[in-house]
T-cell receptor, first 111, second 116 residues
Framework: SQKIEQNSEALNIQEGKTATLTCNYT??????LQWYRQDPGRGPVFLLL?????KEKRKERLKVTFDTTLKQSLFHITASQPADSATYLC??????????FGDGTTLTVKP | EAGVAQSPRYKIIEKRQSVAFWCNPI?????LYWYQQILGQGPKLLIQ????????DSQLPKDRFSAERLKGVDSTLKIQPAKLEDSAVYLC??????????????FGPGTRLTVL
C-alpha cells in the first residue's frame, strides 16, 4: 500500500541553523509534491510545489528537492527563526490530482 | 481576497447524534476538498469535488458520511450517526486545480468535532 513517512521525531534546532525535513514515500509515483506549514489550531498553508521532473525549487529561505529514484523529498529552511516553529506537511499528488498527506514533522527553533 | 470559510468552528455532540459542517470556498475555485485530521496526523482526504461532481470519495465512510456541493459553490459534510472515532478536525480546502494541473490548496480554519 502507499505510504508516506516524514521525520518520525520532532525536530529541535537553534536559531540561525538550517532545518532539514524529510519526506519518504513507497508504492507511489507522484506527479508532483507540495509542502505545507500548519500552525496549531489553523489549516495548512502552502509553501512550495515541485514537479517530478524538477530536482530543486527555492523560495526565499526555503528549498525543496525531489529525488524520484530515492523516493524522497527534502525540505530545507536556512537561517531558521523562532517564527519558523510549526508543523510541516508534505503532500504527494497523482496526475489526476489526488492528494495524500504525510503526518508532518514538528519543528521548534530555539532562540 | 476572502479565504475559505467554515462553520461552525467547534462542535460537541454525543455519539449517535448527527452533525453538519459548512464550507464556502474561494470564489472561482472549481475544486473543493474535505479532509479529516485526527490529532497528531496529517489531513486525510474524505472527498474531492470538481465543480459539483465528485472526483474522489474512496476514503469517505459512506455508511455514515455524506457530502454535497450544490451549484458548484459551497458544500456541506454530514455525519449521521457520529461515532467516538469521528472526533477530529474537519478541514475544507479549495483550489483552481483541475485534473492534471498543479495548484496550491487553500485551507479553511477547520471545524473541531468532539464526540462524547
Amino acid at each position: 500500500s502507499q505510504k508516506i513517512e516524514q521525520n518520525s521525531e520532532a525536530l529541535n534546532i537553534q536559531e540561525g541553523k538550517t532545518a532539514t525535513l524529510t519526506c519518504n514515500y513507497t508504492n507511489y509515483s507522484p506527479a508532483y509534491l507540495q509542502w505545507y506549514r500548519q500552525d496549531p489550531g489553523r489549516g495548512p498553508v502552502f509553501l512550495l510545489l515541485i514537479r517530478e521532473n524538477e530536482k530543486e525549487k527555492r523560495k526565499e529561505r526555503l528549498k525543496v528537492t525531489f529525488d524520484t529514484t530515492l523516493k524522497q523529498s527534502l525540505f530545507h529552511i536556512t537561517a531558521s527563526q523562532p517564527a519558523d516553529s510549526a508543523t510541516y506537511l508534505c503532500a504527494l499528488y497523482t496526475n489526476a490530482g489526488k492528494s495524500t498527506f504525510g503526518d508532518g514533522t514538528t519543528l521548534t527553533v530555539k532562540p | 481576497e476572502a479565504g475559505v470559510a467554515q462553520s461552525p468552528r467547534y462542535k460537541i455532540i454525543e455519539k449517535r447524534q448527527s452533525v453538519a459542517f459548512w464550507c464556502n470556498p474561494i470564489s472561482g475555485h472549481a475544486t473543493l476538498y474535505w479532509y479529516q485530521q485526527i490529532l497528531g496526523q496529517g489531513p486525510k482526504l474524505l472527498i474531492q469535488f470538481q465543480n459539483n461532481g465528485v472526483v474522489d470519495d474512496s476514503q469517505l465512510p459512506k455508511d455514515r458520511f455524506s457530502a454535497e456541493r450544490l451549484k458548484g459553490v459551497d458544500s456541506t459534510l454530514k455525519i449521521q450517526p457520529a461515532k467516538l472515532e469521528d472526533s477530529a478536525v474537519y478541514l475544507c480546502a479549495s483550489s483552481l486545480m483541475g485534473a492534471g494541473d498543479a495548484y496550491e490548496q487553500f485551507f479553511g480554519p477547520g471545524t473541531r468535532l468532539t464526540v462524547l
